[in-house]
């Protein structure tokens, strides 16, 4: 959620709020810098990190539990940072030739969205891989990437007139399919877990639509509603693909079920079925079939879910994110541009009205619910490469490296135009003493071959040697 290019609320100096891949994280960017917290309970909402040396950050995002956090700000708007956060260190950036308007993240792929091409990078190095250009006008920089290493597809608009979606492939580099998703232009994209489905809504905002990839065969069609039209800014799958997340410039926030009417099975199911006889009978056959009578339409109105349940939220017309997590039941998250992430309980059995259970300040404007915590540190095994102690302050005697202590410590970089004419492609300063920028990235993403939840609290970039940013250019151009 950017909220950079519309009017937020004027109590709150958030700028961006994201969820990381798995949704047990939280980043904020705000006018005064960025904040991370951890998502693991209700009644608490726990930050791992808060960083007050940089300003009017627009764009911040984790690679799932990792260290590993992708930044832009307002004041550099066309360059991208690489940092280790809880060092304070930055591992490179990169200059490109037009405003960053989306980044998105997976183990093996970065991609950069501007208004007409992306750019997909190797996340291990971050050399650019490959770049599509001239895509249709996308002001917004919508676009999805599956966070699934073994389906790594990246969705984007096709058309600004009608709603079609182009799923490129980033792992071996070429393009899957077109989906003819809308008659309106695209709105919202989100892959499920598995990268095998994916929704799609358009600007007209009254349905939604769920596709098997890369077949682009649709699966589901669910109606939002039909009394006006809306626009839904997010769109989000739960962890096991059951339930799907639609929220929008609305109050009411929609939870849909992904589940297809059962066939009963049998001996009775082979039974020839008596015919009924009499007006009554013949009015119960009409019904039962009403594609023999009525408009197409008509029919596939009818046809189509409505929300298994709903959020009514206590404002309308900010614009928000939302997330199906487990806090260890079954949860709606909700963080809106009013500053507040608000928590609901999900009933996945019966579904219907969901009741708020506790909302939480993440703008820095103090909140008695809101304590500072840094126990996520100490579960992914870096609390002492961190400088934390158990406790939630930093240590006294070896504090946390900050962006403005290693900036002074290392020469100021140029300023992205001017790098980007004068440094050319894949130029790369390190200091032969130090980690290179392509080895630190490579242990970001490294992890053990064990179960995908225990592997995503092991990222991390575990060395403990001090080194300088990492400068790495490249001229999109």
């Not at 951890?38 to 940089?54: F, P, R």
């Not at 940092?83 to 490179?92: A, M, S």
């Not at 059951?242 to 109050?251: G, H, I, K, M, R």
């Not at 020839?272 to 009409?286: C, F, V």
């Amino acid at each position: 959620m950017n909220l950079t290019s519309q009017h937020a609320d004027p109590n709150s100096n958030l700028l961006f709020a994201n969820f990381n891949q798995d949704y047990t994280s939280l980043a904020v960017g705000t006018k005064n810098g960025y904040r991370l917290f951890s998502l693991s309970a209700v009644d608490k909402l726990e930050q791992i990190y808060e960083n007050v040396d940089s300003s009017d950050i627009c764009i911040v995002e984790r690679l799932f539990s990792s260290s590993l956090v992708a930044i832009v700000s307002l004041s550099a708007p066309r360059k991208l940072k690489v940092c280790h956060f809880k060092k304070g260190t930055e591992i490179c950036n990169y200059s490109y030739s037009n405003t960053i308007l989306a980044v998105r993240l997976n183990r093996k792929r970065l991609i950069v969205a501007l208004e007409e091409s992306l750019y997909i990078h190797n996340i291990r190095d971050m050399k650019v891989l490959h770049t599509i250009r001239d895509t249709p006008p996308n002001p917004e920089g919508l676009c999805a990437l599956s966070v699934n290493g073994d389906n790594c597809y990246l969705a984007y608009p096709g058309s600004n007139q009608v709603g079609e979606v182009q799923i490129f492939d980033t792992e071996n580099l070429h393009a899957v399919t077109m989906i003819p998703a809308h008659d309106s232009p695209l709105a919202a994209l989100a892959f499920d877990p598995s990268g095998t489905k994916i929704a799609t809504a358009s600007e007209k905002g009254t349905v939604i639509r769920v596709y098997i990839i890369p077949e682009g065969t649709k699966l589901f069609e669910f109606r939002r509603g039909v009394k006006r039209c809306v626009s839904i800014g997010c769109l989000t799958f739960s962890a096991d693909s059951l339930f799907l997340c639609a929220s929008s410039n609305t109050e009411t926030v929609h939870i849909f079920k992904l589940e297809t009417p059962k066939e009963s099975g049998g001996a009775a199911s082979t039974r020839p079925t008596e015919e009924p006889s009499g007006w009554m009978g013949y009015l119960g056959k009409a019904l039962m079939t009403p594609a023999s009578y009525l408009p197409t339409q008509v029919t596939d109105v009818l046809s189509q879910g409505r929300a298994f349940a709903q959020v009514k939220l206590p404002f309308s017309g900010l614009k928000n994110v939302c997330a199906l997590a487990t806090l260890p039941k079954p949860r709606v998250l909700i963080a809106a541009a009013d500053g507040y992430l608000y928590m609901y309980n999900l009933d996945p059995s019966d579904g219907g009205d969901c009741t708020l259970l506790k909302q939480h300040r993440l703008d820095g404007q103090q909140d008695p619910n809101m304590p500072v915590s840094q126990s996520e540190s100490t579960r992914d095994g870096e609390g002492a490469e961190s400088g934390y102690p158990s406790n939630s302050q930093p240590c006294s005697e070896s504090p946390l490296p900050t962006f403005a202590d290693v900036t002074q410590k290392t020469p100021p970089s140029r300023s992205p135009s001017r790098t980007t004419e004068e440094e050319g492609l894949g130029s790369l300063k390190t200091a032969s003493s130090h980690p290179s920028a392509e080895d630190l990235l490579s242990q970001a993403v490294d992890y053990p071959h064990d179960p995908p939840a225990t592997g995503l609290n092991t990222l991390r970039l575990d060395d403990d040697n001090e080194f300088p940013p990492m400068i790495h250019h490249t001229d999109p151009s």
